[in-house]
């Protein structure tokens, strides 16, 4: 919720859509597109800057954290961007750029994974923050983020947090939580795109 006193949501494509509920304090009634998070595109150097993928929107403190992937499809070329905000609204956003980089040349395992479809998760036990992402190459994998939630730290070393050790690797998407002394990692299994109604996967292999 903002401080408005609205509910928001945060899409993929169009640089990161900002819709609005009409109503204040509910989930009902229209839901208003009012613009975006990134004016233009991204700040980072990258083919996918204008199209950025999968907002990961969280409020920590009095300030708003937007995690979002840059990439293209198919590509392992691909970067998580960060952009804060007070308020929510367009035109309010910061961007400020990578947080993580993936590519083959780049330090393990970003050499080895698709930097997407990232996730905040703070620790509500430690406090400390995590970025969870991927990542479709190498399954799921986390970072300990530096306290200003703006980088990554490498100590404690990253770690991958789920495994299909049979190609193609397709998880994605993940989404952390805790409830009560349990961790709990959600996430996407399975291909997706490039099909068509001759071609689709077996029954179980979607």
């Known amino acids: 919720m903002g401080p408005d006193g609205h509910f928001y949501s945060f899409s993929t494509h169009g640089l990161v ?42 409020k920590v403190g009095d300030t708003y954290y937007c995690y979002y992937a840059v990439s293209q499809f198919g590509s392992q070329f691909s970067s998580i961007g960060l952009a804060t905000s007070k308020t929510l609204r367009p035109g309010s956003w910061t961007d400020h750029g990578a947080v993580l980089t ?27 923050p995590y970025l969870t992402y991927g990542s479709f190459w190498s399954d799921i994998w986390q970072f300990q983020l530096a306290k200003d939630l703006l980088s990554v730290v490498w100590s404690p070393a990253p770690t991958q947090l789920s495994l299909d050790p049979v190609s193609p690797q397709a998880e994605e998407g993940p989404y952390l939580s ?20 001759s071609a689709l996967p077996a029954p179980g292999q979607e």
């Open 17 to 58: 859509v900002i819709s609005r509920a009409s109503q204040p304090n509910s989930l009902d009634g229209y839901w208003e597109p009012i613009g975006s998070v990134l004016e233009g595109s991204s700040i980072i150097n990258n083919t996918g800057s204008t199209d950025p993928w999968a907002p990961d929107v969280h």
């Open 102 to 128: 993936s590519n083959t040349t780049a330090p393990s395992p970003l050499n080895i994974t698709n930097a997407i479809d990232a996730n905040l998760f703070i620790d509500p036990k430690t406090k400390i």
């Open 178 to 197: 805790r409830h009560d002394s349990w961790y709990y990692l959600w996430y996407s299994h399975g291909s997706c795109c490039g099909y068509n109604v």
